[in-house]
Nanobody, 111 residues
Framework: QVQLVESGGGLVQAGGSLRLSCVAS????????IYWYRQAPGKQREFVAY???????DYADSVKGRFTISRDNAKKTVYLQMNSLKPDDTAVYYC?????WGQGTQVTVSS
């Protein structure tokens, strides 16, 4: 059974940075691509970033140039480095692998 656990969220001022982590268990981590999504209050869950098993990354236009996704296969962990944060980045951030979701971590950016 695949389990994903996110961490690293918190409260930060606009312009600040956070690094989110997603630790996986119960699967062959290195063979799978991993997604980050986010969901703001009253809005649909939206794609943020993706990293393939080979390390190729893709980003939503809204975060390009500010967010960086990376992975450490030895630690079965995917990271989302978020810089130059904006109040619009406030959301619960989720990681997803195959059809499995983590519980989410709250990111709040104050203006």
């Amino acid at each position: 059974q695949v389990q994903l656990v996110e961490s690293g969220g918190g409260l930060v001022q606009a312009g600040g940075s956070l690094r989110l982590s997603c630790v996986a268990s119960g699967t062959t981590f290195s063979l799978n691509g991993i997604y980050w999504y986010r969901q703001a209050p009253g809005k649909q869950r939206e794609f943020v970033a993706y990293i393939s098993s080979s390390g190729t990354a893709d980003y939503a236009d809204s975060v390009k140039g500010r967010f960086t996704i990376s992975r450490d296969n030895a630690k079965k962990t995917v990271y989302l480095q978020m810089n130059s944060l904006k109040p619009d980045d406030t959301a619960v951030y989720y990681c997803k692998m195959i059809k499995n979701w983590g519980q989410g971590t709250q990111v709040t950016v104050s203006s």
